[in-house]
């Protein structure tokens, strides 16, 4: 099993759709977040949520709402998506207090129709 | 402002031989450094760090060279592999965020048979 596991593993959604991606991490970590990867650009922080407390927001639009239950377990919902958000999401998790890496999910292939 | 940024974004190097990866980061504040290595489909993995204060590390056929005085990073690949085939990217973490790691657009390496 992985240390951390995004579902679904792809998705289409039309802009008026509502869903959610999932996220789970098995490695005991405190801090959890979202990053887009659009091509052949820079993987963009979207969220950060350090303790179950967001943290960072980094001027993500509306249309994109972070969930954190519990230190485990990260949810981004989705709801009116336009066509540019298509992209792939990832989720990643580490350990605050010290310089430690960053470990991702294999993400969610998301397509906006 | 902040950037990351990569010198090739593409890469090919005959199987056998090494490679090299360049970065170039511009915070002088940037006292975490990572390489990731992401294959198609899947989410970044991570290879190696280093902290600020060192300039070398070595790992299992990668090392890692840091010059803070040029601000440069660089990745070297011994025996480079098939399956070393992939986009690598390299991040930083400024000492003043201790949670942002700040990724570059990545440089598709293609190892040739």
């Known amino acids: 099993e992985t240390g951390v596991t995004q579902t679904p593993r792809h998705l289409v959604m039309g802009m008026t759709n509502k869903k959610s991606l999932k996220c789970e991490q098995h490695?005991?970590?405190?801090?959890m977040y979202w990053y887009k990867q659009s091509a052949k650009k820079p993987l963009e922080l979207m969220f950060v949520?350090?303790?179950?407390?967001?943290?960072e927001n980094n001027s993500v639009p509306s249309r994109f709402s972070p969930e954190c239950p519990n230190s485990s377990h990260l949810f981004l919902h989705l709801h009116t998506l336009q066509p540019e958000d298509s992209a792939l999401y990832l989720c990643?998790?580490?350990?605050?207090?010290?310089?430690?890496?960053?470990?991702f999910g294999q993400g969610t292939r998301l397509t906006v129709v | 402002g902040e950037s990351v940024g990569l010198h090739l974004p593409t890469l090919s190097v005959q199987e056998g031989d090494n490679s090299i990866i360049n970065c170039a980061y511009s915070?002088?504040?940037?006292?975490?450094f990572i390489w990731y290595k992401q294959e198609s489909g899947k989410g970044p993995q991570f290879i190696i760090d280093?902290?600020?204060?060192?300039d070398k590390r070595q790992g299992q056929r990668v090392t890692v060279l840091l010059n803070k005085t040029v601000k440069h990073l660089s990745l070297q690949i011994a025996a480079t592999q098939p399956g070393d085939s992939a986009v690598y990217f390299c991040?930083?973490?400024?000492?003043?965020?201790?949670?942002?790691?700040?990724f570059g657009s990545g440089t598709q390496l293609t190892v040739l048979p």
């Open positions: 990643a998790s580490s350990q605050e207090g010290g310089n430690t890496e960053a470990f």
């Open positions: 490695l005991g970590h405190n801090a």
């Open positions: 949520y350090s303790l179950e407390e967001r943290v």
């Open positions: 915070n002088s504040a940037s006292d975490y």
């Open positions: 280093i902290r600020s204060n060192m």
């Open positions: 991040a930083d973490r400024s000492s003043g965020s201790a949670r942002q790691l700040t």
